[in-house]
């Protein structure tokens, strides 16, 4: 996207806003949701629609919708009292008068219809009012829009105006959903600001910084809307969820017991390999439910050669010459990547059964 920016001499926005354009090209997103990537083929059409694209103005010359009505019967609103109702400068009240949005009086175009500047917001939004419904920055809501193909009636891809203005009937049902799919609440707490930092998260919670990072990465930013999985912070209700896995949390030296496994054996078997990821919390090593399930679940299934070799009184070097004969079969499980072979302990029992029978 930036080379070809470069190409044509013109921002990574103006390319970006071209796009918006351009419902025939399907750009590549990021996995924040923003284009990074266009195909070769469509590179033409976007060099087109980036000729069409409107310079920016402030101006509606031209495209002026006044729409006047008779006002006697009326209830009406001056020019001030219009833009202290709807919280905007006069000029933006204008602006949506020349929009044809707010309806003015035949005798006086700065006198308006009361009951349109009443219900303005019901039938109209603004990316400042978007981004408090959404819980989103205002100067997101054109690229998260036009990425779901919700174009804005006026603004800087419309007519070059720098005001973006939306009509709330065009937008779809599921509006919210689209944007916040997880239903998420990282952007209420990003609005109010009650987030931290990774380094002061794990502070918090007496954790040390890799650990915090791969709890982050691995169990929270996958539950955020798309627009926030890039953000590094993490918010204090995150932080308390992150508190409760955390409770959850067995101890790895009583797994080592149960199973009566050395530390050096465990961590060669299911560390080094990337099998299950220890936490180290106030220099005590634990386990995620998920990886003490699996590790749980891993043992009571499979065996290594040296434990057969125990069971059916034989040597570690014979139990792996039955291996290559076929005799006993050995396993591959997705994820343990440990190079010895592993055995299934309900056919090693049954060869001990016979065993004992003969």
Do not use: W
Request: net charge positive; with cysteine.
């Amino acid at each position: 996207m930036r080379k070809l920016a470069s190409q044509h001499n013109v921002t990574h926005t103006q390319i970006i806003t071209a796009l918006h354009n351009c419902d025939a090209v399907s750009p590549l997103l990021n996995r924040y949701g923003t284009p990074f990537l266009i195909r070769t083929e469509e590179i033409q059409i976007v060099s087109k629609s980036l000729n069409k694209t409107p310079s920016k103005t402030n101006s509606l010359k031209g495209q002026v919708k006044i729409d006047r009505c008779n006002t006697e019967n009326l209830q009406t609103l001056s020019l001030d009292q219009a833009a202290t109702y709807l919280k905007v400068h006069r000029t933006s009240v204008i602006y949506y008068r020349d929009l044809g949005l707010i309806r003015c009086s035949t005798a006086d175009s700065r006198v308006f219809v009361f009951d349109d500047v009443v219900h303005f917001y019901e039938r109209y939004a603004t990316p400042r009012i978007l981004g408090k419904e959404f819980c989103l920055p205002s100067s997101k809501i054109g690229s998260i829009f036009n990425n779901y193909k919700i174009r804005a009636i006026s603004g800087k891809i419309v007519n070059g105006n720098a005001s973006s203005v939306y009509d709330r009937q065009q937008f779809p049902k599921n509006l919210y959903t689209l944007i916040n799919p997880t239903h998420d609440t990282f952007g209420v707490y990003l609005s109010l600001k009650q987030i931290m930092t990774l380094r002061d998260a794990a502070k918090e919670l007496g954790v040390t910084y890799g650990n915090i990072q791969r709890i982050v990465f691995r169990d929270i930013r996958p539950a955020r809307a798309p627009q926030y999985r890039g953000n590094r912070s993490v918010s204090f209700h995150e932080i308390s969820l992150i508190r409760e896995k955390l409770s959850s949390f067995s101890s790895l030296s009583d797994f080592l017991n149960t199973f009566n496994i050395t530390h050096a054996s465990f961590s060669r078997r299911f560390v080094s390999p990337g099998f299950v990821h220890p936490l180290k919390i106030n220099d005590q090593e634990l386990l995620t439910k998920d990886d003490y399930n699996k590790l749980n679940s891993f043992m009571e299934q499979y065996c290594t050669p040296t434990e057969v070799a125990k069971f059916l009184g034989l040597s570690a070097v014979q139990i792996y010459r039955l291996i290559n004969d076929k005799i006993i079969s050995s396993y591959r499980i997705p994820g343990y990547d440990y190079p010895n072979p592993i055995l299934k302990r309900i056919e090693i029992q049954k060869m001990l059964e016979l065993r004992m029978k003969d």
